[in-house]
Each structure stands twice: as structure tokens, then as C-alpha cells.
């Protein structure tokens, strides 16, 4: 039976695992080795359609490896933990950089190149090359992020491991996401996207291009784009609220590297910062 197979039986059967089931146990981690070395994703972008392909019986995997291993105390230095997986370890080998105060999860993926200051990656996560997890940001479960991606000073990238379909968030290569802001629930950065400081994310959340005022396709901050918070009027039977959007205010030519200088120029034209 193929891999895929064999986890979709197993996970069909979940309640009746338990920790003492060795040979289901060396199956489901096997699984998260391959997801740990980057030979296997939780999802990808379909090149012919551009859309999220979620693989579900990686995320079945994922799932299952919970109920699969007990509680495991570790220590790392004067750190103790207690937790059903345990950290990735052998970072210099991988050429991944990382500061003091960060940590990833065992089943993520850090590309060479990759710099984790103070901040936290979980399972099933992936980080392409030469990307900055800056400090006291977070990758959420199974979220897909680019190459030379940059995610700023406390920045939340959410994760996503039930319902197995469910897609995880994606940030495209070259994408900068400015501190403290908030992407979750699936929801798409395009590649070169500039996404400036406290911005909330979500599918739901309306994406206005203020050049034309057009509402563009929800869930996705297009490529190339400089995208802020803002809000935009609506009428209920208690009164007129703002209610929160997304506004496109710039665009950047496709490849296009702005220095942070040129992007705080950028933004404080329109009340905003990285």
C-alpha cells in the first residue's frame, strides 16, 4: 500500500490507537521525519492553477503522532519540556541559524539559510530558504511559508491541523509581513506582497484596491502588492460602523526589492509602518 494509504486506514481506526501500537507508530513517524526534512509537504501550490493543494494524509499523520507517543520530558540546557513530540535538533548541519529563546518543533521544515530569532515554528510548519523569523513571531501548524520571506517582530502566522482539508496559510516567496501582524484561518499572502504593521488576516476580511475602489477576491493579498488595515463604512439598523479591510494602496514591480526606508516612505503616506 502507498504511505498515503496506509495513513488514511489508520486514521480511519485513531480511537482505537494508542502508544503501545508499535508498527503504526513507526509508520506515522515516518511521516513527520519526511515532513521534518522537507521531502514532504502538508500543502503546495498547484503551478497550473495557483491554487492550495492540501495533501490530507500528511495532516492525518500529524494528527495521528498525538495519540501515538506519550508524554516525554526533554531538557535543553535549563529548559524543561514535556510534550508529545520533541524539538528539531542539528540545526548547524541544516545551515539554519538560531538565536537563543527560538525553537521548532520536530515534523517543521527549515530551509538552509533560514534565521530563527527568539520565536516559536510548530509541526507540520515549512519555512523556505534564507527566510527571518523575527523575534516573538510565530508559524503556526502546517502554515506554508516562501523563500526570502520576512516576518517581522511579533507577527502571527496561524496554524491549521483539523478538519484534515482545511487549507493552511501561504505566504509567497519575497512577501515582508510588518510586526505584530495576524494571518490565519488559510488565508494567502502573494509572492512580493508587503503586508504593513498590525494587519488582521482572515478569509473573511474584505481587500479593497483604494486606486479604483473594486473589492477584490477575498483570502488572498494579491502579489507584488502593499496591502495595509483600514476599515470601510457600513449601515446597520443601530447606526453606521467601520468595519475592518484590507486596502491595497500600492504596487510594486514584479521582482521588485524596496529598501525598508522606501517602504516606511510608502506607508506613512497613507498613515501606515512596517
Given amino acids: 500500500m502507498e504511505a498515503a494509504d496506509v495513513i488514511g486506514e489508520l486514521y480511519e481506526r485513531r480511537l482505537s490507537l494508542s502508544p503501545e501500537d508499535v508498527e503504526a507508530r513507526k509508520t506515522v513517524f515516518s511521516v513527520l521525519e519526511a515532513l521534518d526534512q522537507g521531502t514532504v509537504r502538508v500543502a503546495e501550490?498547484?503551478?497550473?492553477?495557483?491554487?492550495?493543494?492540501v495533501h490530507e494524509w500528511v495532516k492525518q499523520a500529524i494528527l495521528l503522532s498525538f495519540r501515538l507517543r506519550g508524554l516525554t520530558r526533554t531538557e535543553a540546557g535549563p529548559f524543561e519540556f514535556v510534550d508529545r513530540l520533541p524539538l528539531k535538533a542539528d540545526y548547524q548541519s541544516k545551515g539554519v541559524r538560531v538565536?537563543?529563546?527560538?525553537?521548532?518543533?520536530?515534523?517543521?521544515?527549515?530551509?538552509?539559510?533560514?534565521?530563527?530569532?527568539?520565536?516559536?515554528?510548530?509541526?507540520?510548519?515549512?519555512?523556505?530558504?534564507?527566510?527571518?523569523?523575527?523575534?516573538?513571531?510565530?508559524?503556526?501548524?502546517?502554515?506554508?511559508?516562501?523563500?526570502?520571506?520576512?516576518?517581522?517582530?511579533?507577527?502571527?502566522?496561524?496554524?491549521?491541523?483539523?478538519?484534515?482539508?482545511?487549507?493552511?496559510?501561504?505566504?509567497?516567496?519575497?512577501?515582508?509581513?510588518?510586526?505584530?501582524?495576524?494571518?490565519?484561518e488559510g488565508a494567502r499572502v502573494g509572492t512580493g506582497a508587503v503586508v504593513g504593521a498590525g494587519v488582521i488576516f482572515t478569509p473573511s476580511i474584505a481587500i479593497i484596491d483604494v486606486a479604483t475602489g473594486e473589492e477584490l477576491p477575498r483570502g488572498r493579498i494579491p502579489d507584488w502588492s502593499v496591502a495595509v488595515a483600514g476599515t470601510r463604512?457600513?449601515?446597520?439598523?443601530?447606526?453606521?460602523?467601520?468595519?475592518?479591510?484590507?486596502?491595497?494602496?500600492?504596487?510594486?514591480e514584479e521582482g521588485q526589492r524596496h529598501q525598508k526606508t522606501e517602504l516606511n516612505a510608502m506607508l506613512r503616506d497613507h498613515g501606515a509602518t512596517l
Fill in 45 to 53: 501550490i498547484d503551478p497550473v492553477l495557483d491554487e492550495v493543494v
Fill in 99 to 184: 538565536v537563543p529563546g527560538a525553537s521548532a518543533r520536530f515534523g517543521s521544515y527549515l530551509a538552509p539559510g533560514v534565521t530563527l530569532m527568539p520565536s516559536y515554528v510548530n509541526v507540520g510548519a515549512y519555512v523556505g530558504a534564507d527566510t527571518m523569523v523575527d523575534t516573538w513571531a510565530t508559524v503556526g501548524s502546517c502554515a506554508q511559508i516562501g523563500e526570502r520571506v520576512h516576518l517581522s517582530g511579533g507577527v502571527g502566522i496561524g496554524g491549521v491541523l483539523e478538519p484534515p482539508q482545511a487549507a493552511p496559510v501561504v505566504v509567497g516567496d519575497e512577501a515582508f509581513i510588518g510586526s505584530r501582524s495576524m494571518v490565519v
Fill in 233 to 252: 463604512q457600513r449601515d446597520f439598523k443601530g447606526g453606521t460602523y467601520g468595519l475592518p479591510a484590507i486596502l491595497i494602496i500600492g504596487r510594486l
